[in-house]
C-alpha cells in the first residue's frame, strides 16, 4: 500500500529590518547600502528577543547591512549561520536613491507623476519597478519549501527571512499568489514580525506587521 504524504507545515517569520539612516531622514534607501540608527539598533535587539525561544532551523537574509544586523541577532546563541539571499535585496529607486519624496518631487516632477499614476509598472531611470521586483522573488517561496524539506524534522520548520518593506510586499503577493496590486494595500513597519504558514501551495497569514516589541524601544 501506498503510504500517504502530508503537506510540509513550514512557518515563516518575515521580518523588516530595523530603522535605517535612510528611514529616519526620510529618504528612499533602495538598493543604498544605509546602515541602522542607533534607534534602529534597539529595535532590532528587542525583535531578536522576541524570537529567542522559536527553534529556527534557517535565517535567509538581504545582502544590507540594516538586515544583516537582524539576521546576525537571531543566529546569535544558535547553531545557524544567515543565508545571504540577493534576491531579498530591496526595490531599487535607482537615481533617486538618497532623495527625499519633496527633492523627487521637484527634481523629477514627470517621472514622480508617473510613478503616483502606475506605482506597479514605472520603473525610476536606473532603477526597477514593482513587478520587477515581484518576478524576482516569485521563486523563494518554493526556495523555501525546499529547504523545509531537506531539514525534515518532526512538526513545523520554521524559517527566518530578514529583509525590507517592499521586498516584503512582493513577497507576500507571491506567496498568496495574489494580484499584483495587493501590494499597495500592505505596509510593513520597521522591525516588525509577520507569520505566513504554508501547507504546500496553500498559504495561511498568522500575523501581519506586529510591533507589539517595541513598546520598550518607542
Known amino acids: ?6 503537506p510540509i507545515q513550514l512557518r515563516l517569520y518575515l521580518l523588516r529590518h530595523g ?8 529618504r528612499f ?11 534602529g539598533r534597539r529595535q532590532s535587539q528587542a525583535l531578536s528577543e522576541r524570537l529567542s525561544g522559536l527553534p529556527l532551523h534557517a535565517v535567509y537574509t538581504s545582502p544590507a547591512r540594516r538586515a544583516r544586523v537582524l539576521a546576525d541577532l537571531l543566529c546569535a546563541g544558535r547553531p545557524l549561520t544567515p543565508e545571504i539571499c540577493h534576491d531579498l535585496r530591496e526595490v531599487s529607486f535607482g537615481d533617486w536613491e538618497g532623495m527625499s519624496y519633496p527633492e523627487i518631487h521637484e527634481r523629477h516632477p514627470d517621472g514622480c507623476r508617473r510613478w503616483m499614476q502606475d ?11 514593482f513587478l520587477d521586483a515581484i518576478a524576482r522573488v516569485r521563486p523563494l517561496p518554493r526556495r523555501f519549501v525546499d529547504a523545509a524539506t531537506i531539514h525534515g524534522a518532526n512538526g513545523p520548520i520554521h524559517i527566518a527571512v530578514v529583509t525590507h518593506g517592499g521586498l516584503l510586499r512582493a513577497l507576500l503577493v507571491c506567496l498568496l499568489a495574489g494580484n ?9 513597519d520597521n522591525a516588525s514580525l509577520s507569520i505566513v504558514d504554508l501547507f ?16 520598550e524601544v518607542e
Open 1 to 6: 500500500m501506498k503510504k500517504d504524504h502530508k
Open 19 to 26: 530603522e535605517s539612516e535612510d528611514n529616519r531622514a526620510g
Open 29 to 39: 534607501g533602495g538598493s543604498r547600502d544605509s546602515s541602522l540608527s542607533p534607534r
Open 119 to 129: 506605482p506597479l509598472r514605472f520603473a525610476p531611470p536606473n532603477g526597477e519597478s
Open 180 to 188: 499584483p496590486s495587493l501590494a499597495l494595500r500592505l505596509r510593513f
Open 200 to 215: 504546500g501551495e496553500a498559504a495561511t497569514i498568522r500575523c501581519l506587521n506586529d510591533t507589539s516589541h517595541l513598546t
